[in-house]
């Protein structure tokens, strides 16, 4: 089951990047919980729930920036997982680029993303999912 979670993520993750959201929406549970960390690093805090709320944030999200994500590196940890990356995101209006890491801990329930947290800190994200982080020498 937990290889399945990751192609649907990969799928999800593929989707969004090409501008379908109904796409996405295919991978992810209609009772989805999303935290984003963006729109709560502005608002305070943030939860889009259901697929209406995922529409919503990608509405929002995508008035301002274009954004395109890969996630090369995924732990897999059985029913959830963790996707770590660095975001490149283009202002809409300024054209400003800027380029952060973007990390999410994502659960799931009949292998559709049900809850689904933002994390601008790869070593937060890897805690959130009580997975020690990895030191170098």
Same mark, same amino acid.
């Given at each position: 089951?937990?290889?399945?979670?990751?192609? &649907?993520?990969?799928?999800?993750?593929?989707?969004?990047?090409?501008?379908?959201?109904? +796409? +996405?929406?295919?991978?992810?549970?209609?009772?989805?919980?999303?935290?984003?960390?963006?729109? &709560?690093?502005?608002?305070?805090?943030?939860?889009? *729930?259901?697929?209406?709320?995922?529409?919503?944030?990608?509405?929002?999200?995508?008035? &301002?920036?274009?954004?395109? +994500?890969? %996630?090369?590196?995924?732990?897999? $940890?059985?029913?959830?997982?963790?996707? $770590?990356?660095?975001? *490149?995101?283009?202002?809409?209006?300024?054209?400003?680029?800027?380029?952060?890491?973007?990390? %999410?801990?994502?659960?799931?329930?009949? &292998?559709?993303?049900? *809850?689904? *947290?933002? %994390?601008?800190?790869?070593?937060?994200? $890897?805690?959130? +999912?009580?997975?020690?982080?990895?030191?170098?020498?």
């Amino acid at each position: 089951m937990s290889q399945e979670n990751v192609e &649907a993520f990969k799928r999800a993750i593929e989707a969004f990047n090409l501008g379908d959201v109904e +796409a +996405a929406l295919e991978d992810i549970h209609p009772e989805v919980e999303w935290h984003p960390v963006l729109q &709560a690093s502005v608002a305070g805090s943030a939860v889009y *729930r259901g697929h209406d709320g995922v529409r919503e944030m990608w509405r929002d999200t995508h008035q &301002a920036f274009d954004i395109h +994500a890969g %996630y090369p590196e995924i732990r897999d $940890l059985g029913d959830c997982l963790v996707a $770590l990356d660095h975001v *490149r995101a283009i202002g809409r209006g300024s054209g400003a680029v800027t380029e952060s890491p973007l990390c %999410y801990v994502v659960e799931f329930r009949d &292998a559709k993303g049900v *809850r689904i *947290r933002g %994390y601008l800190d790869p070593a937060e994200a $890897l805690e959130a +999912a009580e997975i020690p982080e990895e030191r170098g020498p």
